[in-house]
Every structure is written in structure tokens, then in C-alpha cells.
């Protein structure tokens, strides 16, 4: 199983980014996924996360800027920025609770290997 991260790039404050996390693999079913931001020096914090059904937290740093969606078709979750900042910049890091067969106990956690977000001032 991989989780392949995409979307990071260079933005000014203000901008946008869409980030997006897809699983592949032979994966029988995936619960939560999320996003998580690790800034330089700093420790990994949960950005935002989505289980399967659609419920959604966030990090009250981000709340009403970022949003999380995914698509259980496509096994893909996103993460949409807006209104960056500074505080912002970092490594983004996408992770999922998989399933592999369907006689598998429980859900294991899996990550991306982060894209990088950065913001200029």
C-alpha cells in the first residue's frame, strides 16, 4: 500500500493551494483519513480529518480556511487551502487507516511522504 501526496508548491500569503492524497495498493477499505503539518523544527500537529463517512475536524488554526474532502471511489483525500499565512509553511503529510483483506483485523495506519507548502510573505 502507498499514500501518494501531491499539490505543495510556492504561494504568496493570501493564495491558494489543493492538496491531494491518493492510496493504492491492494486495499480492502479505508477509514479516517487526514492531513497533518509538520513546520520546520517543529513537531507533526493534525491539520484535519475526514472519516468514511464524511466527518470532518480541523486544527482551530485552520478552521474556516481549509477544508477536507475525498473521494472513497478513487481512495483520494484533499485538502483545500485558502487564505494562507506564513505560519502556514511547512510539510504536509497525508494519512489513512487501511484495511487490507477482508478478513484483516482492525485498520492500519499508513502515511504519505509529505508534500511541501510554501508561503511568501
Known amino acids: 500500500v502507498q499514500l501518494q501526496a501531491s499539490g505543495g508548491g510556492l504561494v504568496q500569503a493570501g493564495g491558494s493551494l489543493r492538496l491531494s492524497c491518493a492510496a493504492s495498493?491492494?486495499?480492502?477499505?479505508?477509514?479516517?483519513m487526514g492531513w497533518y503539518h509538520q513546520a520546520p523544527g517543529e513537531q507533526r500537529e493534525l491539520v484535519a480529518a475526514i472519516s468514511k463517512g464524511g466527518v470532518t475536524n480541523f486544527a482551530d488554526s485552520v478552521k474556516g480556511r481549509f477544508t477536507i474532502s475525498r473521494d472513497n471511489a478513487k481512495n483520494t483525500v484533499y485538502l483545500q487551502m485558502n487564505s494562507l499565512k506564513p505560519e502556514d509553511i511547512g510539510v504536509y503529510y497525508c494519512n489513512a487507516g487501511i484495511r487490507l483483506h477482508s478478513n484483516s483485523y482492525g485498520y492500519t495506519t499508513y502515511w504519505g511522504q509529505g508534500t511541501l507548502v510554501t508561503v511568501s510573505s
Open positions: 495498493g491492494r486495499i480492502f477499505s479505508i477509514d479516517a
